[in-house]
């Protein structure tokens, strides 16, 4: 499966636990990314577009709320499952990237007792 | 309807229509949500929309692009062939004729490469295309008499870009007897502008008259678009106006004719109207992608 760009990986997560329209999906990936990925309306589109056509998302229903059509998305099995792959291949990535920075500041303590 | 949603209502409108009919209602909506309170749409969305219109509009691309450059091809490849058989029939007289027997296998060799290019390229032999090319160019290098810095460059871009057309599966559009038909009509053009040539017929030129008139033109309609801008917005676009109406029409003449492409840009462009009309008069037209084509990243979403 291709690897999922951020913006569709923080669309999958934010439809995880309900469906959502879009306008809560943006201010929902700009809470889960804590205020630093603002989603456009033409970006998130462009994101439903690829993951619907992927199957990776689907429609749930509309409902019109003054007057502003709102159209709900809810994630597919196939989606819940590329989010489990992607958040377990980030989770080994930031794993591994600790224990070398930990190692790193090993090395870098002060070594008593050594001369030179 | 509140300004705002006219406002956007307007722009939704460069969305192609198949699109704007499965999700402009939705998109609006949004788009309202998101500028909730504003009488203007944000630049931000706005030129959010714009680009996003722009991608989709351009899924033609691909089918259009393999149409112009196999026309280009077309053109190109009968070039040499065409000034070869023009300088035979009538560009040199019977007494000059054992000196251009001299030089005619070094006229022969590349012009016999353009076409093979050209010809490999439409029956699908896309790398024996790149490969023939690459051995004309190796022939223009190692052989004094054909070897001209011009072509040299020319022949460099032409194997890049044939390089680019191999890697991203561009596909000459079928019939392919159509575009064979083209191959043999695209040298009797050559030959055919290589005799008007000879016969006084001189390459337009665009009067200077001419030019500010078309510039006038080109002012007043870029004006009258503008009409229910602010004064400077008009201004802008009057100057736009000049700046395009003095500048594009020589700029075409030169395509056409001159210095940048000559003839090859008029065999290009006729060669994709006549194949185009033939595919259309056949019910074989290219397609256009079933979905638009939204891949890659998003990249503005990040960020303010």
Known sequence: MDSLSEQAFLVLAALADQPRHGYALVTEVATMSEGRVHLRASTLYAVLERLTGRELVEHDHDEVDNGRLRRFYRLTDAGAAAIRTETERMTTQARAAKRRLARRDAQAAPRFGVAG | ?304
């Open chain 2, 1 to 304: 309807m509140s300004p705002l949603e006219h406002r956007y209502r307007r722009l939704l409108r460069l969305l192609p229509p198949e699109h704007r009919a499965a999700r402009g209602e939705e998109f609006l909506g949004l788009l309202l949500d998101l500028d909730d309170g504003r009488t203007r749409p944000s630049a931000r969305q706005a030129l959010g929309l714009i680009g996003l219109a722009i991608r989709l509009r351009l899924t033609w691309l691909p089918a259009t692009g393999s149409v112009l450059f196999s026309a280009f091809l077309v053109a190109y490849g009968t070039m040499g062939i065409g000034n070869l058989i023009d300088d035979y029939t009538g560009g040199y007289l019977s007494n000059d004729m054992p000196m251009v027997r001299h030089v005619t296998p070094g006229l022969l060799v590349p012009g016999l490469v353009q076409l093979g290019t050209a010809v490999a390229w439409i029956l699908g032999a896309r790398r024996i295309a790149l490969a023939v090319e690459i051995g004309g160019l190796a022939y223009f290098i190692v052989e004094p008499m054909a070897a001209d810095l011009v072509m040299l460059f020319f022949d460099l871009a032409l194997i890049c870009l044939l390089g680019v057309a191999v890697r991203r599966h561009w596909t000459t559009p079928r019939p392919r007897s159509l575009w064979l038909a083209a191959v043999v009509l695209a040298v009797l053009a050559w030959k055919g502008i290589g005799a008007w040539g000879r016969h006084g017929i001189y390459y337009p030129v665009l009067p200077p008259r001419v030019g500010w008139i078309l510039a006038a033109v080109a002012a007043a309609i870029a004006v009258g678009l503008a009409r229910r801008r602010r004064p400077p917005v008009i201004v802008v676009a009057a100057l736009i106006g000049v700046a395009a109406g003095r500048i594009l029409p020589p700029v075409a003449l030169q395509l056409a004719y001159g210095q940048y492409g000559g003839w090859l840009t008029t065999i290009t462009v006729g060669t994709a109207i006549l194949v185009s009309g033939g595919m259309l008069l056949t019910g074989r037209l290219p397609d256009r992608p079933d979905r638009p084509v939204l891949s890659g990243s998003a990249g503005d979403g990040t960020g303010a």
